[in-house]
């Protein structure tokens, strides 16, 4: 039995940047993987893919709305929705195998199959094949992720019902895609999907889109989709059926008068969110603890109840997000190496990729408000940009919360062009405890999106905006 300090089984984003850092620090090092590639959702069938084909969509609609603008005359496009997903698989391919050739530099032992405990040293990994064998390590780290949720009494049949893997696959341009949930997965297919020519219905439980997020931003966005992309939004319905053909599902739900409504169309995207997936990995014989959502106990050093097991991303508490599990993955293999890293929760930014993207950092105007906390808030629109006036994309604004005694930024909150790179300033700036006015003294290029960022900031610190 070939023996390990540390062994990871999930090769997604958590799990293959734990490794490369365990790795780094001189740790003798294995992975375990499932599936015949590494990077799992994020790199396979979600925040990769999905950006590719965001990316093409984008491409046609603007090919359609506004290249005669920009003086560009062409023949009325066709969408190749066989190419589009072809690109998109070779983006993905491109992807995977760099994750691959990281783990040959860094001298990292891939297995390939199922991981479970047999004990809480002893890893067992079931290839496709039914061979077994068992490695042993010191350390083990969790990072199988999670998987879709569905509702109660829904069947997702992968043909009409789908989830967002077979939204990425699909071989036709829908006529009409129904969307269960309004969070960010179902925001951003049906943009792909709107900006094609699909009509596109939301329906949500809640009163609103992405409503973890700040209340403008939600407003903001479903403003901007309605009149862009004309999607329909259907709030506090409460989805009771979706019952699947040949070529056709039906939809039923109850609204806010508790009425039933019947809504057909060509296919069903279950966007509901996601849960921990821990299933097939014996949990049990490790003696490892899972709390009532299904997610693995952990405490602030994600450690779980069991000394020398630690578990992150996805299968633990917190936002379900890439950039997340990559930050605990090197979190736990710096403590393993004796270092003290740290995470700051409330400072990993959240983006919906969307166009105009929306993207945001620390506290919600709606979340200070419950705190009882004093603030002061900035806000700037992009339509008073020089550079989103020259671009065309002048819908959003930025806005900034900052403490009123001290003038500390305490959330950023955007919505327009490239806002999930310019969330990045904000970050850093929040981590480093800067004050609105700090933002607006530094000098920004011009022009750029960023001034907006600055702009809100002289607006937060003293009403002082330049340009509105």
Not at 179 to 191: A, D, F, K
Not at 211 to 237: C, P, T, V, W, Y
Request: aromatic share 6%.
């Amino acid at each position: 039995m070939e023996k390990f300090d540390v062994t990871i089984i999930g090769g997604g984003p958590g799990g293959y940047v734990a490794a490369i850092r365990c790795a780094q620090l001189g740790m003798k090092t294995a992975l375990i993987e499932k599936y015949p590639t590494l990077g799992g959702t994020c790199l396979n069938v979600g925040c990769i893919p999905s950006k590719a084909m965001l990316d093409s969509s984008e491409h046609f609609y603007n090919a359609v709305h506004h290249f005669e603008e920009h003086g560009i005359d062409v023949k009325a496009p066709k969408v190749n929705i066989k190419q589009m997903v072809e690109r998109k698989r070779g983006v993905v391919k491109m992807t995977c195998d760099g994750i691959n050739f990281l783990m040959k530099k860094n001298n990292i032992k891939v297995y390939t199959g199922t991981g479970s405990f047999v004990n809480k040293t002893t890893v067992q990994i079931k290839s496709t094949d039914g061979k077994t064998e068992q490695i042993e390590a010191a350390k083990i780290i969790i990072a199988t992720g999670s998987k879709p949720s569905t509702l109660p009494g829904i069947e997702i049949d992968k043909k009409r019902v789908i989830t967002s893997t077979e939204a990425l696959e699909l071989q036709e341009v829908p006529k009409h895609m129904i969307i269960v949930g309004g969070g960010v997965i179902g925001l951003e297919l049906g943009s792909v999907y709107a900006r094609l020519g699909s009509k596109v219905t939301v329906v949500e439980f809640m009163d609103r889109i992405i409503a973890g997020m700040d209340g403008a931003l939600s407003k903001e966005l479903q403003r901007i989709l309605k009149k862009n992309l004309s999607f329909e939004f259907l709030f506090k319905h409460k989805v009771t059926g979706v019952k699947a053909g040949a070529k056709e599902v039906t939809l039923t739900a109850l609204n806010a008068k508790d009425e039933k409504i019947e809504i057909k169309g060509d296919y069903c995207l279950m966007s509901v969110g996601r849960k921990p997936y821990t299933e097939g990995l014996a949990l049990e014989n490790a003696g490892v603890k899972v709390d009532n959502r299904g997610r693995i106990e952990t405490d602030n050093h994600l450690k779980t109840n069991v000394d020398n097991i630690y578990a992150i991303g996805d299968v633990v508490k917190g936002a379900m997000l890439a950039h997340k599990a990559e930050e605990e993955g090197t979190f736990v293999a710096e403590q393993l190496a004796g270092q003290k890293p740290h995470i700051n929760y409330n400072l990993i930014p959240g983006v919906v990729y969307t166009w105009p993207e929306v993207a945001a950092v620390g506290y919600t105007e709606e979340q200070l408000k419950e705190q009882g906390k004093k603030y002061k808030v900035g806000n700037f629109p992009f339509k008073a940009s020089g550079r989103a006036r020259a671009s065309m994309d002048t819908d959003g604004f930025v806005k900034v919360l900052a403490d009123e005694a001290t003038d500390e930024i305490l959330g950023v909150h955007m919505i327009g062009p490239r806002t999930a790179d310019m969330i990045a300033e904000a970050v850093v700036a929040m981590e480093y405890r800067a004050s609105a006015e700090d933002i607006s003294r530094m000098s920004h290029a011009h022009p750029t999106f960023t001034e907006s960022f600055k702009e809100a900031c002289l607006d937060a610190t003293a009403k002082r905006a330049i340009h509105i």
